[in-house]
C-alpha cells in the first residue's frame, strides 16, 4: 500500500525542506516545570516539522511511546520524529522488551475510530440474534473469496459473529463493480440486493442515490487494504483475506482472552 504523507519525507530531508529550528535548551531554563518544557519542546518540533511538510497538520504530531520521539499521524500513517525536529523515522516502533509493535498498536486504535466516524448506519449488516462480536469487512462484489465468505454468512452467524460490510470495488470509480455497489445500497432491500450480486445476479434500479461507496472506497485503502476481504476485528486488528468462520471464531476468543 502507498504511504503517501510519510514515504517522501526522506527525500524532503534530501532536498533541504527541513527548517533549522531546534528544540530549546532545557539547562538554560532552571526554573521552567517539566510540564512546560514538554510543552515548549512538542511546539518547536512541531514548527520544524510544518514548515518541511505545511501539509501535516500540528495537532497530528504528539509525543510518541519513547522519550525523545514525536509521533507524526495523519491519513493512516505513522512516523517519527527526534526531539529537534530534524530526522524522520518511517517505520515501526517495536518495543523489543514487551514484544509489541507500539505503532500497530496506535493504527489499531486509528482504525476503530474511523469505523466508528462512519457508523454502522453506512454498513450493510448481517447479525445473528444475539451477536456476540461485530467484524467489519470491505468487500467487492465481484471478488472470489469475497463471494465465498458471503456464501457462509449463516455460519459466521452462528458463532455469534455480526458480519458488518463496508464497500470496496478493487477496479475503482466509474467501474462496474463500483456502479453495482451503489446500485446494492440504493436498493429497497440492501442485503438481499447484496446476496443477489454476490450470486451473480444483475441488481436493477437506481444507482445514483446519496451512498457511501466512494467514502468506504477511499477509507479502505487508508486503513491498510492490500486485498478484498479485509476484516477488521473489534480491536482494530487487520486481516487481509477470507477466514472460515470456525478459524475467525477462535481468533476472537484469543482476544477476549487477551
Not at 445473528?128 to 455460519?155: M, N, Q, S
Amino acid at each position: 500500500m502507498k504511504r503517501p504523507v510519510f514515504s517522501s519525507l526522506a527525500a524532503a530531508l534530501l532536498l533541504g525542506l527541513f527548517g533549522t529550528g531546534c528544540a530549546p535548551e532545557r539547562d538554560q531554563a532552571p526554573a521552567a516545570t517539566s510540564a512546560a518544557l514538554d510543552d515548549a519542546g512538542l511546539e518547536a518540533v512541531r514548527d520544524a516539522v510544518t514548515a518541511a511538510l505545511p501539509q501535516i497538520a500540528r495537532d497530528s504530531i504528539q509525543p510518541a511511546a519513547v522519550p525523545g520521539l514525536y509521533e507524526l499521524s495523519q491519513d493512516g500513517n505513522i512516523g517519527y520524529v527526534t526531539g529537534d525536529g530534524r530526522y524522520l523515522i518511517d517505520g515501526d516502533l517495536v518495543d523489543l522488551q514487551a514484544r509489541v509493535n507500539l505503532t500497530e498498536n496506535k493504527r489499531k486504535q486509528q482504525r476503530v475510530r474511523e469505523l466508528a466516524a462512519l457508523g454502522e448506519e453506512n454498513m450493510i449488516v448481517f447479525a445473528p440474534e444475539k451477536t456476540d462480536y461485530a467484524v467489519t469487512v470491505f468487500t467487492d462484489i465481484d471478488c472470489g473469496y469475497c463471494r465465498k465468505l458471503h456464501r457462509e454468512i449463516d455460519d459466521y452467524n452462528a458463532r455469534g459473529i455480526a458480519i458488518r460490510y463496508a464497500f470496496y470495488p478493487r477496479s475503482g470509480p466509474g467501474t462496474p463493480s463500483f456502479r453495482k455497489a451503489e446500485a446494492v445500497w440504493c436498493a429497497d432491500d440492501r442485503r438481499a440486493a447484496l446476496t443477489l450480486a454476490k450470486q451473480g445476479e444483475e441488481v436493477t434500479g437506481d444507482a445514483d442515490c446519496e451512498n457511501p461507496v466512494a467514502r468506504e472506497y477511499a477509507l479502505g485503502a487508508q486503513l491498510g487494504l492490500r486485498g478484498t476481504p479485509m476484516m477488521i476485528l473489534p480491536d482494530g486488528e487487520v486481516i487481509n483475506g477470507y477466514v472460515p468462520a470456525a478459524a475467525l471464531a477462535e481468533r476472537l476468543r484469543a482476544l477476549d482472552r487477551g
